[in-house]
């Protein structure tokens, strides 16, 4: 189920599809019975950082097809969920390694047919003429069919006023919300003022997306974890003296950047500089020795 292959890019969109496995040992019904109903939930969710109320939510919508499940098979009634969702947080937050993860999960949880992802941006929706932002945003919702439809800086559907072909693109996907809402998600994602400016623009849109979810900054801490995780996954590992350095250097850039810092992002960038300058370093060393190999140290950090 972890396997994934991008097998489509025409401008921004980008698709990731899921490869179906043979057996059924995604089928809801096997999972009634365990010690803990969440663990392979929480198993999705195990390297992320933070992102508390988001797993709660996961969590619930789980539960809810779960005991909607017992109903249908005591004759009572169920509904299927509305899946919608907003995400609004800063550069960084996760927003999209999120989005990208809820489409594995509700394809394993036979929530969606396909669960794959499909990402696109304004240009991908919005015509230059009349009639064509409603074909292009209906091409775009057909092929997010059974996946998730994930949409960032939404706000820039409606950047255009009231004579902008966005609104239009909007209204399209406000219809097709509710027309084939049983095996399709959307997600709405970007910056949380410009998504609440967005939001007062477009009366009863907000009502239309039951999971608003808030993505944090993160703290320095939850940043730290963050470094040391993306370097372990690299085969690296930070010396003590470098996770000092690092430390001191969010620190500041927390204080001094609040509006632009880009958190997890930042980090990332750290790591992969730091990497790169160590390659410079060692590149010079007749032998290097596997801990020279594994270590990023206080010059690599080039801050």
Not at 34 to 54: A, R
Not at 149 to 177: P, Q
């Amino acid at each position: 189920m972890e396997t994934q292959k991008v097998s489509q890019q025409s401008g921004r969109i980008n698709i990731v599809l899921q490869n179906k496995k043979s057996d059924d040992t995604h089928k809801i019904k096997d999972r009634y019975i365990t010690k803990n109903p969440f663990n392979h939930i929480d198993d999705k969710f195990s390297s992320f950082v933070g992102l508390s109320k988001l797993k709660q939510t996961v969590n619930e919508i789980y539960a809810t097809i779960i005991i909607n499940k017992k109903r249908q098979e005591m004759g009572l009634f169920s509904t299927k969920q509305v899946l919608h969702m907003l995400f609004k947080g800063n550069p960084g937050t996760g927003k999209t390694t999120v989005a990208r993860q809820l489409a594995k999960i509700y394809y394993d949880l036979d929530i969606l047919s396909k669960g794959h992802f499909i990402e696109a941006e304004r240009a991908d929706l919005v015509g230059e003429y009349i009639g064509q932002t409603a074909q292009k945003t209906r091409s775009i919702i057909q092929k997010a069919m059974g996946g998730i439809l994930f949409i960032d800086e939404a706000y820039s559907l409606a950047r255009g006023g009231e004579k902008d072909f966005g609104k239009e693109a909007i209204d399209t996907l406000v219809k097709h919300m509710e027309d084939k809402q049983n095996d399709f998600v959307l997600i709405l994602a970007g910056y949380p003022y410009e998504m609440e400016r967005f939001l007062d623009q477009n009366p009863g849109l907000q009502s239309r997306f039951p999971f608003i979810i808030d993505f944090k900054d993160y703290n320095i801490n939850q940043l730290m974890e963050i470094a040391r995780q993306m370097a372990s996954e690299r085969e690296y590992q930070l010396t003590k003296e470098a996770e000092w350095k690092l430390k001191s250097y969010l620190y500041k850039q927390k204080s001094e950047s609040i509006q632009n810092f880009s958190n997890a992002r930042c980090v990332r960038n750290i790591i992969e500089h730091a990497i790169r300058m160590q390659a410079v370093r060692l590149i010079y060393l007749d032998e290097c020795t596997t801990d020279d190999l594994i270590y990023l140290t206080e010059k690599d950090l080039n801050l």
